[in-house]
């Protein structure tokens, strides 16, 4: 293992996180607010508690869910995409690192990155609502653990994006829309028979049943379903990535 | 052992196209090569497949004895290369992109080293600016210093002098020579032959994915040492007559030319004595001029003879 290159990358990319530092930390802020604007004051003087737990502080894992899913792609995607982009992947290839080690770094401080923002917006949230995490370990863990799966899965997406379009094409029409209609902002038990077995379909709902039980012990889908999806995304991604070393996809010609 | 050995080196890339067509070319450690070729020859593709950026479609090619595709690590760690293109993350500081491609390559940092190659570039001013504030020609020597900053041993060069100024060339050159001083290995492509004729040892020529010729640099410019007289006579002539056998003459197709090989290097180039033979023979002379071979004669004839043998 080139130790010394997982450092160097993962450095690199976290300077430029740090080089717009201000930004990355008052978007979230900002956006959470708004959320507990429009969500909170609007949508929760008409719905007072769901299952026994405050509207307000029942949207708070979906909406970190919601960012640090965006985020963790977002990072990665555009953290593997821009050196291909501006040509300097050939600095990347004709290193002495394998493609783990550079998966690791890119990967590593984008799910770094995701993490800060989702630690941010917990803050944020915990000024609107009173906030009692039941599971801190077990929240922590999901956190992490979606944190760097969606950070592996913008890594693939920054790997395949040909232009900038492609780039936000899949985290636009098929990331957003899962997470919106995944119970971030409900309980699927809210929603009519026929759209809970379809809303079941949807992975999202698994990771955010999850982590919603976390916070407050209950759940959408048992918690080991969860964990079981989530495991098994995690090694979907982690399969996609060793295809793309093996065959040097879209990197190597 | 070669310090890179290439050995039957292919690659067809998907659309079909064949860059590379059996490329075999040993470069000795502590030589500098230079490679000539036409754009489109091949030469960023064959250093590509050295130093990992493409895969080769067969043959075997080893930096240091390691194969650089099976023992890529320990062939990489040899291997310094600057781009053609200026590929820079623009956002970066010059030190730390310095450093970030010294940490690639798994090293411990070294301020002192970095602090030598960018003072050796006259970078060192402008280590805490960032990349897009820099010129064109800065840009290229903050590449150099890039590829510099893990201690190659093999340094790949290509077209490093392309569109710089005069001062940064002379620059380039001086570092090539401190480099060979240091025993590096240096391969260098560029369209500019006085480039070639200035810093390499040897001189290779490739076309169409083939190495056409390699050759050292003073043999080849012995060969470009050579000049020709051409002689234009007033009136056609059947046969060079007797009394000029003793020069190196050959008559032209129309009859009217005589053109006279000879060597500026000797001490005595026979123009006199052919001028006084052929008045001796009777031949009037109309016309003389002279020309010289170069190194870009010797390289354009390669390149258009290997056309014509494929047309």
């Known amino acids: 293992m080139n130790f010394g290159a997982i450092k160097a990358i993962y450095r690199n990319e976290m300077a430029r996180f740090f080089r717009t530092l201000a930004q990355s930390f008052i978007s979230p802020v900002i956006s959470t607010s708004l959320y507990f604007v429009v969500f909170g004051a609007a949508i929760g003087s008409r719905i007072d508690e769901v299952e026994g737990v405050s509207y307000g502080a029942f949207i708070v894992p979906g909406l970190i869910m919601l960012s640090v899913i965006t985020q963790a792609i977002s990072n990665a995607s555009f953290g593997i995409y821009f050196p291909k982009f501006i040509g300097t992947i050939y600095e990347l290839l004709s290193a002495p690192v394998n493609f783990f080690e550079i998966v690791i770094g890119y990967v590593g401080a984008a799910a770094t990155k995701a993490l800060f923002i989702g630690v941010v917006i917990l803050g944020t949230a915990s000024l609107f609502v009173d906030l009692t995490i039941m599971h801190p370990f077990a929240m922590l863990a999901f956190l992490v653990l979606t944190c760097i799966s969606f950070a592996l899965l913008g890594f693939i997406i920054g790997i395949w994006a040909g232009n900038f379009e492609q780039l936000q094409l899949v985290p636009l029409l098929i990331i957003t829309p899962l997470i919106f209609l995944g119970g971030s902002f409900y309980s699927i038990s809210m929603l009519p028979p026929v759209w809970q077995t379809i809303t079941l379909f949807n992975p999202v709902v698994y990771l955010i049943s999850g982590f919603r039980w976390a916070f407050f012990g209950m759940a959408d889908v048992p918690i080991g379903l969860s964990l079981l999806a989530i495991a098994v995304f995690t090694g979907l991604c982690l399969a996609v990535v060793w295809w793309i070393f093996k065959t040097g996809w879209r990197i190597r010609t | ?311």
């Open chain 2, 1 to 311: 052992m070669a310090m890179v050995d290439i050995r039957d080196a292919r690659k067809t890339y998907d659309g079909g196209f064949e860059a590379l067509r059996g490329v075999d070319l040993q470069i000795q450690e502590g030589e500098i090569l230079a490679l000539l070729g036409p754009n489109g020859a091949g030469k960023t593709t064959l250093i590509s497949a050295i130093c990992g950026i493409t895969q080769p479609t067969a043959g075997q090619i080893e930096v240091g004895g390691h194969d650089v595709v099976r023992d890529y690590r320990e062939a990489r760690k040899l291997i310094g290369l600057v781009p053609q293109e200026i590929n820079l993350e623009p956002f970066e500081k010059v030190a730390s992109t310095v450093a970030f491609s010294r940490g690639l390559f798994g090293l411990p940092k070294n301020d002192a080293l970095i602090e030598q190659i960018l003072r050796k570039l006259s970078l060192w001013e402008k280590r805490n600016d960032r990349v897009m504030a820099l010129s064109g020609g800065m840009k290229r020597r903050v590449l150099i210093a890039k590829a510099l900053s893990h201690e190659p041993r093999v340094l790949f060069l290509d077209e490093p002098t392309a569109g710089v100024d005069v001062e940064l060339r002379r620059d380039m050159w001086q570092i090539v020579e401190e480099l060979r001083q240091d025993g590096v290995t240096i391969i260098l492509t560029t369209h500019y032959i006085e480039e070639a004729e200035a810093i390499a040892d040897r001189v290779g020529v490739i076309n169409k994915g083939q190495i056409l010729l390699v050759e050292d640099k003073d043999s080849l410019m012995t060969r470009m040492g050579k000049k020709e007289l051409t002689v234009e006579l007033d009136a056609p002539i059947s046969d060079i007559p007797q009394s000029l056998s003793d020069f190196d003459l050959t008559l032209g197709s129309d009859g009217k030319t005589l053109v006279y090989a000879y060597d500026t290097a000797a001490e005595r180039t026979g123009i006199a004595r052919l001028m006084a033979a052929l008045s001796e023979a009777g031949l009037v002379v109309r016309d003389v001029s002279t020309a010289q071979n170069s190194l870009e004669d010797i390289f354009v004839g390669l390149v258009s003879d290997e056309q014509e043998a494929a047309q």
